[in-house]
């Protein structure tokens, strides 16, 4: 004879049947609702996780230009975050503007701290050093405020301007190599801003199909390519749909290569699927992942 179940009892049940995997973002507000916090909850969302969003700086934009940043102050950063790792389980970290050094800082101590308990906690980082136009997005030097954060790193997501800016060379592979031995285990550098009738996105890290050996008998990095038709037109927050799609995914658990490849998927469907709010840069319709 089956008993029944208290009231009590059945709730905690259907929440563990409905609760969703959680990522901890740190990520500046844009007004806009194109990047930043924004993105980040749709991007996240879209892949079936739950976004915990930590406001690092405010920022004056539109889907175009970046006219002023307002950093949080770094307290503030860290209380926000620490009210929701004393309640919620983290199971993934996604970083886009620290807005300062001293934010960089609060966020490093945080995932120091959830490492304590999860060792393996992963995290994607977005180094979104400037706007698409060139505008600045940190207070301080964004290379430097970013220096606490790269020995944290499971994922870095460069584009190619990004990714010469932290390292100063110019080949995907040596860019990947400098990056990795600053701490970051996976590196995408995505070609968005490259040329050509592709996109190329090349993948740096454990895992990577081994690239073919050339001629030259130095030290090179295993890599995956991914090429994906270039879409017309400019897009506004695609780094940071590209990482919080990949952050979400490994909060469902996905293994690195089907993260990266489901990641991917999404942000290209959301490029395809972009809609004009006024003329400029268009938003990605970011949409649940089917």
Not at 10 to 27: E, G, N, S
Not at 151 to 167: D, M
Not at 184 to 204: A, K, P, S
Not at 218 to 242: I, M, V, Y
Request: hydrophobic share 45%; glycine share 10%; charged share 15%.
């Amino acid at each position: 004879m089956s008993v029944p179940l208290s009231a009590e009892l059945a709730a905690q049940l259907m929440a563990q049947l409905v609760a969703r995997p959680c990522v901890l973002v740190f990520a500046g507000l844009d007004p806009s609702g194109g990047a930043g916090i924004a993105a980040d909850l749709q991007s996240v969302a879209g892949q079936g996780a739950h976004a915990l969003t930590v406001a690092t700086a405010l920022t004056v934009q539109d889907n175009d230009r970046v006219y002023g940043v307002q950093p949080v102050d770094g307290a503030m950063v860290l209380r926000q975050a620490q009210a929701l790792v004393d309640k919620v389980t983290v199971r993934a970290v996604k970083i886009g503007i620290p807005g300062s050094a001293a934010n960089a800082q609060a966020i490093a101590e945080v995932i120091a701290r959830l490492r304590r308990r999860q060792p393996e906690l992963p995290v994607v980082l977005d180094p979104v050093l400037a706007s698409g136009h060139g505008d600045l997005l940190s207070r301080d030097d964004a290379v430097q405020a970013l220096a606490p954060l790269l020995p944290l790193v499971t994922v870095l997501t460069p584009n190619g301007p990004e990714a010469l800016a932290l390292t100063g060379a110019a080949d995907p592979s040596a860019q990947a190599q400098a990056l990795r031995a600053r701490g970051c285990r996976h590196v995408l550098i995505t070609g968005g801003h490259g040329d050509g009738d592709e996109v190329v996105n090349r993948w740096f890290g454990p895992g990577a199909a081994p690239m073919q050996r050339l001629s030259d008998p130095g030290p090179q990095e295993d890599s995956r390519n991914w090429n994906w038709p270039r879409l017309s037109g400019a897009f506004h927050g695609s780094g940071c749909t590209l990482a919080s799609a990949i952050a979400g995914q490994l909060a469902l658990g996905m293994p690195m290569e089907r993260a990266l490849e489901l990641a991917q998927q999404y942000c290209y469907r959301s490029l395809r699927g972009a809609y004009t709010v006024a003329p400029g840069q268009r938003i990605p319709q970011r949409l649940p992942h089917i």
